[in-house]
């Protein structure tokens, strides 16, 4: 229900129920983060956005079967440029990651 302030609390303890029968959970000690039992997957949710670490395909592609399609539209950005409304530029080689907002100043001018 949109404004009450329990939402969000309620559909992170609903996430959490259905993601572990899959053997999904939230790490104990940093809010956000999710891991499998046994799968090498890690993801991170902020709101409605999943940032996802994975190495294997198929690990990616359970974490998919698991989501549930009926409650969620995905959309997938495999590229890893786009999350929480974030530029990121990533550059392997160098092991760097230039983040950016590009339209954050002109959208608050907008606003304002």
């Not at 302030?5 to 029968?21: C, D, G, I, P, V």
């Not at 790490?27 to 890690?42: E, N």
């Not at 092991?95 to 100043?105: D, E, G, H, Q, V």
Request: one cysteine or more; hydrophobic letters at 35%.
């Amino acid at each position: 229900m949109y404004g009450l302030k329990q939402t969000s609390y309620l559909a992170n303890k609903n996430l959490e129920t259905h993601l572990k029968k899959y053997g999904y959970s939230p790490c104990k000690h940093t809010r956000g983060l999710w891991t499998h039992i046994t799968r090498d997957i890690q993801f991170i949710l902020v709101v409605n956005d999943f940032g996802i670490k994975y190495i294997k395909e198929e690990d990616k592609n359970h974490l998919m079967q698991a989501l549930p399609h009926d409650r969620y539209t995905i959309a997938i950005d495999s590229t890893g440029r786009n999350y929480h409304g974030l530029t990121l530029n990533w550059d392997y080689s160098l092991r760097a990651l230039k983040i950016s907002m590009s339209n954050y100043i002109p959208n608050v001018l907008h606003q304002l």
